[in-house]
């Protein structure tokens, strides 16, 4: 993979965007007030996949709610 590449999604989160979109990615790898990410053991999200650039906002940028472009099946 080129350096500064997005990671692949692994082999087991197949069909997982086209069932869940954004929403559930963020549910495992997005910020809670309690937890960033919010499952633990998953890769958070870069502050910039966040409104206003920041994880303290809770909110995806829509700039950035559609993973699987930048984020390839592995």
């Given amino acids: 993979m080129p350096a500064g590449a997005p990671p692949l999604m692994p082999a087991t989160h ?29 890769k958070a999200m870069p502050e910039d996949h966040y409104v206003d650039g920041s994880s303290q906002t809770l909110e995806l940028d829509p700039t950035h709610d559609q993973c699987n472009t930048c984020h390839v099946q592995g």
């Fill in 14 to 42: 197949q069909d997982r965007f086209e069932t869940l979109g954004a929403s559930g990615c963020y549910g495992c790898h997005g910020a809670s007030e309690r937890s960033n990410p919010m499952l633990n053991g998953s």
